[in-house]
């Protein structure tokens, strides 16, 4: 069973209630507060060997990454992140100086975001680490941005270059570059990524956005939830795909193709939101305002699914359908 149809079974299961304004299915479940408020609630699970590897990477930056990975949820409705709680499960091989370095990175992070440590739980593993999350924001009730609200017509935006960390991941799993200064940023994409709050807060605030949700699955995957949410089908131009120069360089240390990273590899952490055309010069210069550069890198039209459009040598374009593209599956139409 895919982990969609999982979600989806459990979703059947679950009652609705009052005051509950978004349950599953979105990046946070969105619950009424007070003064036009609303609290933004999420959880995400980090597991030693699936999500991290202890050899390389530090316990400060995984401690870092434990909180970016959830506050990127609170920042992809467009909120604040404010409470945070910690679930550790440790196997008893783990010392207590790593355990320590581990939450002086977790909150230096919530330092960074501006939220707060305020519980958690502690328990053993037989074997191996798991870090869960709870992440707690808050936001304006008639500003938070849903998944769903996607238009045909509208432009397709990117907060950064992705496929960083999918190829900083594989670089250390290969033990390759790790002295090259190019490639810095891929294992630094990997090990530390940014949460982008600022970013999501003046886009909620600006009104322009119609749908929004940051990008932990790839954008074949993300981009296909947006458009299953609202309805409608997106294309993506590969030539609109900002291409980070590290990115080339560990494709062809890896013999990987450079645009698989960018369309299937996870957890870049960008947003991913739609708006329409006309409002581009807006966006850009308000993510300028946050020290960023947002990329207009396809757009949504009537129907479904997500194709990926490629400038042909010939100049014939080449159509690939993506929707809930996995790595493999994309690997396997053979682009180079
Ligand atoms: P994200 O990648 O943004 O963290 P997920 O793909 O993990 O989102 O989850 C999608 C939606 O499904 C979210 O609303 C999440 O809260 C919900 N969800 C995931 N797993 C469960 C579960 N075991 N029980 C209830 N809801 C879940
Ligand atoms: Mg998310």
């Known amino acids: 069973m895919k982990e969609r149809e999982l979600i989806d079974m459990i979703a059947a299961r679950a009652d609705s209630g009052s005051g509950i304004l978004r349950s599953i299915g979105d990046d946070c479940a969105v619950i009424g507060g007070e003064g036009g408020r609303v609290w933004l609630l999420t959880m995400d699970t980090l597991v030693e060997g699936i999500h991290f590897d202890t050899g390389w990477h530090p316990p400060e930056l995984l401690g870092r990454k434990t909180v970016s990975v959830n506050v990127s949820d609170v920042a992809a409705m467009g909120g604040a992140p404010r409470f945070v709680l910690l679930s550790v499960a440790l196997p008893s091989t783990v010392a207590g100086n790593w355990i320590a370095r581990f939450v002086d990175g977790f909150t230096s992070a919530c330092r960074d975001y501006g939220c707060h440590l305020i519980g958690g739980?502690?328990?053993?593993?037989?074997?191996?680490i798991t870090l869960s999350v709870t992440a707690i924001g808050e936001a304006a009730a008639d500003q938070v941005l849903y998944r769903a609200g996607a238009r045909p017509g509208d432009t397709v935006w990117i907060s950064g270059p992705l496929g960083l960390a999918a190829a900083g991941l594989e670089l250390f799993r290969a033990g390759l570059g790790q002295d090259e200064e190019i490639l810095r940023p891929l294992f630094t994409a990997h090990l530390d990524p940014r949460a982008r709050v600022d970013l999501g807060r003046r886009l909620a605030a600006s009104g322009l956005v119609h749908a929004m949700m940051d990008l932990s699955d790839g954008l074949a995957t993300d981009l296909a939830h947006i458009c299953r949410q609202g309805r409608v089908g997106a294309r993506v131009r590969a030539d609109r795909l900002p291409r980070h120069p590290g990115l080339t360089r560990a494709a062809s240390l890896l013999g990987r193709d450079p645009v698989a990273w960018m369309v299937s590899g996870g957890e870049d952490f960008e947003l991913l939101?739609?708006?329409?055309?006309?409002?581009?010069?807006?966006?850009?210069?308000?993510?300028?305002?946050?020290g960023l550069h947002v990329h207009a890198v396809g757009k949504v039209v009537a129907g479904e699914g997500v194709v990926l459009v490629t400038p042909g040598p010939d100049g014939r374009e080449v159509e690939d359908d993506i929707t809930f593209g996995g790595y493999e599956h994309f690997s396997a139409a053979g682009r180079e």
Do not use: C, H, K, R
């Open 121 to 128: 739980d502690t328990v053993a593993s037989p074997a191996g």
């Open 273 to 290: 939101f739609t708006a329409a055309a006309g409002d581009a010069p807006a966006l850009e210069q308000l993510a300028a305002a946050a």
